[in-house]
């Protein structure tokens, strides 16, 4: 089975720091786009960050640029995210899901598959 698996949310005073990973099973990590959406309460699920297969190139959403670096350990078979300067409009439940590149991403990556469960990220003021 297909699947990956969101860890590492939490709360967290603004400014401060959180690392999310995704893990995969089922299938190889570095053989696909990974990218990172967030859904806050009341809003539509938006593309945070993305990491291409061809050539681990990053890409990110202006809100979280020079703030959030997305990562991938091939070995461990895991992407993370990490998020410094937290601010409190970041709150939101953040997932990874997987598709063959990031050209999607944004604005929601509709395109992408193999979601996961999520993991909740609370920033407080």
């Known amino acids: 089975q297909l699947q990956v698996v969101e860890s590492g949310g939490g709360l967290v005073q603004s400014g401060g720091s959180l690392r999310l990973s995704c893990a995969a099973s089922g299938f190889t990590l570095h053989y696909y786009a990974i990218g990172w959406f967030r859904q806050a309460p009341g809003k539509g699920r938006e593309g945070v960050s993305c990491i291409s297969a061809s050539d681990g190139s990053t890409h990110y959403a202006d809100s979280v640029k020079g703030r959030f670096t997305i990562s991938r350990d091939n070995a461990k078979n895991t992407v993370y995210l990490q998020m410094n300067s937290l601010k409190p409009e970041d709150t939101a439940v953040y997932y990874c899901?997987?598709?063959?590149?990031?050209?999607?991403?944004?604005?929601?990556?509709?395109?992408?598959?193999?979601w996961g469960q999520g993991t909740q990220v609370t920033v407080s003021s």
């Open positions: 899901a997987a598709d063959l590149d990031c050209s999607g991403y944004l604005p929601q990556g509709t395109e992408f598959d193999y």
